[in-house]
């Protein structure tokens, strides 16, 4: 059988840096142009294929290159290297509302990003009520989307794509879209489209989703694959390489910045306490536009909450090296097990990361009671009385 997607030794580059070209440039003397700042590699070598009905999930920290993946595989950029294949029919949903208009209405859109997509006119007007039901936005059809919400756009986009007659379906983070009633009726509509041999490639840092719904699993790591095959052993895989406290750069990825050293205490403590925060940062050429972002998630990368250095940005624009130090907290978390991200990342018109380090610490207690949920303690008092009996 002939994949339906397939990558043959794809490389992707991108130029860091922005060029500026205006009126300027024009004038003699005067500056109207930025020089790029060189290449940032964000895919190496990557080769896999995706066979028609497969569900295939792709995960890794952040700055990996799994969004470029499906970007590549929807067209919207092309390989600097190598050779990417798609035989068939192919729906992407990568971005937020991409593809609306947003003086357009939203039942002009769905006719728009149909049409965009390849459904006849007559497809749209037989699935219309069926895909405005799906998206929960009844009420809103004739107000511009501009008018939307981040969550309405996302919902209204991941209906339209996922009724289309789709060979193949890109899809980045749509189950952490919306609330959990349309997460469950995202989850639904994902297994009628298996069932209907609709091909999907899944980009989630929902670890528990990807093992849920895929047959095969890539772990990417800076743009090289680390890992690929059954969800349940290369999942495992990839939070045991988060364990060891960091997450290595590729040869080919920036190196203008590392982390030397990270730690978290204390390793265990009660809800609502604080985390302390130490790390050692050494720069070896200045970061214009760094950012230094720390995180608190869950052991399946579901963030819980995350902050910004302060003074970041002076200390990525100048050689040295440096130690930061602060708090985090008070953190009302429930008990479990928990882990803090580190983040170096230069902010361009592609964000580049140039380092991740990890470190682990639970959160000990009273096991929380079964009618709370989530990962937040959120303090509650109810009183419950009597009105009576009813009246018939």
Not at 304 to 324: F, H, K, Q, S
Request: aromatic share 6%; net charge neutral.
């Amino acid at each position: 059988m002939n994949p339906i997607v397939s990558f043959e030794h794809v490389d992707k580059i991108y130029r860091r840096g922005l060029e500026r070209v205006n009126i300027r440039a024009l004038i003699p003397g005067r500056r109207g142009r930025q020089a790029p700042t060189g290449g940032y590699s964000a895919l190496a070598d990557v080769s896999f294929a995706v066979q028609p009905g497969e569900y295939v999930g792709i995960i890794g920290p952040n700055g990996a290159g799994k969004s470029t993946i499906l970007k590549l595989a929807a067209r919207v950029v092309a390989p600097t290297a190598g050779r990417v294949c798609v035989h068939g029919r192919l729906t992407s949903l990568i971005e937020v509302g991409v593809g609306f208009h947003p003086d357009l209405t939203g039942s002009e859109n769905i006719r728009f990003a149909a049409a965009v997509l390849g459904m006849s006119n007559a497809t749209v007007s037989r699935r219309y009520e069926e895909i405005v039901e799906f998206a929960g936005v009844e009420r809103f059809m004739d107000t511009p989307v501009k008018r939307y919400s981040s969550g309405m756009l996302a919902r209204l986009g991941f209906a339209v794509a996922s009724h289309m007659d789709a060979d193949v379906l890109v899809v980045d983070e749509v189950l952490a879209v919306g609330d959990a009633e349309f997460q469950r009726r995202s989850y639904e509509r994902m297994v009628a489209l298996r069932a209907s041999g609709t091909a999907i490639l899944l980009v989630s840092h929902n670890l528990w989703a990807v093992q849920e719904f895929c047959e095969r699993v890539i772990h990417l790591d800076h743009g090289r694959i680390v890992n690929q095959g059954r969800p349940e052993a290369v999942i495992n895989a990839y939070r045991a390489s988060a364990q060891t406290g960091r997450t290595q750069i590729s040869e080919d990825g920036p190196t203008q910045a590392r982390i030397l050293d990270f730690a978290v205490a204390p390793g265990a403590m009660a809800s609502g306490s604080e985390l302390r925060v130490v790390a050692t940062i050494e720069v070896s050429s200045a970061i214009e536009n760094g950012r230094i972002g720390i995180a608190v998630a869950t052991l399946e990368t579901l963030i819980c909450a995350g902050v910004d250095v302060e003074g970041a940005l002076t200390l990525l624009r100048g050689p040295g090296v440096w130690t930061i130090e602060g708090r985090m907290g008070p953190l009302p978390l429930v008990p479990g097990q928990y882990r803090v991200w580190l983040t170096l990342v230069e902010e361009n018109a592609v964000p580049v990361v140039h380092d991740q380090a990890v470190a682990d610490f639970s959160v000990t207690g009273e096991s929380v009671a079964t009618s709370t949920y989530g990962f937040v303690r959120i303090a509650s008092d109810w009183s419950v009385s009597s009105r009576g009996a009813p009246s018939r």
